[in-house]
């Protein structure tokens, strides 16, 4: 534990300005303060210790697993207030006064299987823990939906959350408007806007997630059961107002869409599809969410895993019935021919910045203007860990031009090839 206790300290004096100020102008006190705190830490540690320089850390910084440095010391005042600096880039999303890791945690695919839009079976012991260790690795929200695992999805969240102290939790982002029939589980659920299923939905939502407040509160996609973008959009507004969500926005709405909600209030957030194959939305959603101070969080920034590095025509073939990439041109045919030409034409990239093909695919989505995170998926620690470096990986001009240069190539997906 002693060397782990030493790791958690180094880690906060490279991560926190303040906590290092405070340790070069008096190392000691601030040691037995960490003490007081819970730091365990040996005499010739301490003596160890007080000899640093914090000049000299930058040396031992590779050697700091990055889950270490994010310390539970925000709570605790010291001679003033300790900032908790993250260990990833944080960005404001929109006016909605939230800031947010570059990425964040995707429950899509651990709401499980029996569904039309599942991924196949999880463990749900494995979607606990890749929730919890995106957290300790510094994520700080996660994106759920009601209909993923017909509600499935939204339990786990609240299991993967229970007992994290309040200030260590992330903020928990849901959205409504796809109901399913309890009765058919297998129908593809139905895209409703109606008021009253709306105010169902977000009870039911707060009941599952264990929460008081949802954090943002997402239209999923454009009613088809024939109520109005003013009528659904209102109802959310007014769950705002009545303070059940703090922020609001629309998922899978274009342009006019967006014009048509924001004359009757402000669209918080929008959350399109956007990656290196599906790269529609920016022709135009971007632009206007930039112009607007509309917070973006994309979905699907790996193309559902094609994008990873790891994904070949091979696995593809090997995709279950219940699962529905098997069913998406996509993963099939010619379409994935392309897609998986341009992943390989992503690792060189990778290896330049010693980074994975997933950080990259991610990390160029984060490039556009107007993109404030990307919501990445995992159903385990592993896959956690091979794209949270793409929070804090910035793709040069020349990255951008090759990859602008593989999509013309390869011929993959459509819409603009570059920022």
């Not at 024939?226 to 107002?241: A, F, I, R």
């Amino acid at each position: 534990m002693t060397q782990q206790s030493v790791e958690i300290l180094i880690g906060k004096l490279l991560t926190d300005e303040e906590l290092r100020e405070a340790f070069e102008q008096n190392p000691h006190g601030v040691l037995v303060w960490l003490l007081r705190q819970g730091l365990q830490l040996s005499r010739l540690e301490m003596e160890a210790l007080t000899s640093i320089r914090t000049s000299d850390l930058s040396g031992v910084a590779d050697l700091i697993d990055g889950r270490l440095q994010k310390a539970s010391l925000r709570r605790v005042p010291m001679a003033h207030t300790i900032h908790d600096t993250d260990t990833l880039p944080t960005a404001p999303l929109g006016t909605t006064g939230m800031r947010i890791t570059r990425v964040g945690f995707g429950a899509w695919a651990i709401g499980g299987g029996g569904w039309t839009f599942a991924w196949g079976n999880q463990d749900d012991a494995d979607s606990i823990a890749a929730i919890r260790h995106a957290v300790e690795r510094g994520i700080n929200w996660i994106d759920t939906a009601a209909v993923y695992g017909l509600g499935h999805s939204e339990e786990i969240v609240a299991r993967a959350l229970r007992d994290m102290p309040a200030d260590d939790r992330p903020y928990v982002f849901t959205k409504a408007g796809l109901v399913w029939d309890e009765r058919d589980r297998s129908a593809s659920p139905r895209r409703i806007g109606d008021p009253l299923s709306l105010r169902r939905e977000v009870e039911a939502s707060l009941r599952r997630l264990d929460l008081e407040r949802i954090d943002l509160y997402q239209m999923h996609w454009p009613a088809e059961d024939g109520t109005s973008l003013e009528d659904y959009w209102g109802t959310l507004l007014q769950l705002k107002e009545e303070g059940k969500v703090r922020a609001v926005g629309l998922s899978n709405h274009d342009v006019a869409q967006l014009e048509a909600a924001e004359r009757f209030g402000h669209v918080d957030t929008l959350q399109p599809p956007f990656s290196a194959i599906h790269r529609e939305v920016a022709a135009g959603e971007l632009a206007w969410c930039d112009a607007h101070r509309t917070g973006v969080i994309v979905y699907s920034p790996m193309q559902s895993g094609l994008l990873t590095g790891a994904f070949g025509i091979a696995r593809a073939a090997q995709l279950g019935a219940d699962d529905w990439r098997s069913r998406s041109p996509d993963f099939t045919g010619p379409g994935l021919r392309r897609n998986v030409a341009l992943a390989d034409a992503l690792r060189p990239i990778a290896e330049r910045h010693h980074a994975t093909v997933a950080a990259v695919a991610v990390a160029w989505t984060l490039a556009w203007p107007g993109v404030t995170g990307a919501i990445v998926g995992a159903r385990s620690p592993a896959q956690v860990d091979g794209w949270i470096g793409a929070g804090s990986l910035e793709l040069t001009g020349t990255d951008l031009d090759e990859v602008s240069l593989a999509i013309r190539r390869t011929g993959a997906g459509t819409g603009p090839v570059r920022p």
